[in-house]
């Protein structure tokens, strides 16, 4: 399974992107899928997670309640709404896919993942 993330932009602080990830299979469709994101000069984090129907979701608690993970799996496409921008949310956003069905957090729990997604918030 490939993953095509897109949706990364230059926004000012306080605006909203939507990124989307499309998985090149319909078996993708049965697992977890998550956004994770690599700040300037930091690790990889994690930012939301979505279980495969879609029931479940998680959040890093720097993002609850500004981003809202979602899923379509007839179009096999996971998106990430992001509003309330902020700069430090300025980062490489990365889609992935999980080894499992149910909620994941944990990157470890991942074994596919897109290229990135740039997302730059300015003050």
């Known amino acids: 399974v490939q993953l095509q993330a897109s949706g990364g932009g230059l926004v000012q602080a306080g605006g909203s992107l939507r990124l989307s990830c499309a998985a090149s299979e319909r078996t993708a469709n049965v697992y977890a899928m998550a956004w994770f994101r690599q700040p300037p000069g930091k690790e990889r984090e994690f930012a939301a997670a979505?279980?495969?129907?879609?029931?479940?979701?998680a959040y890093a608690d720097s993002v609850k309640g500004r981003f809202t993970i979602s899923r379509d799996n007839a179009k096999n496409t996971v998106y990430l709404q992001m509003n309330s921008l902020k700069p430090e949310d300025t980062a490489v956003y990365y889609c992935a896919l999980a080894r499992y069905g149910a909620l994941r957090t944990s990157q470890d729990d991942y074994n596919r993942w897109g290229h990135g997604t740039q997302v730059t918030v300015s003050s």
């Open positions: 979505i279980s495969w129907s879609g029931g479940s979701t």
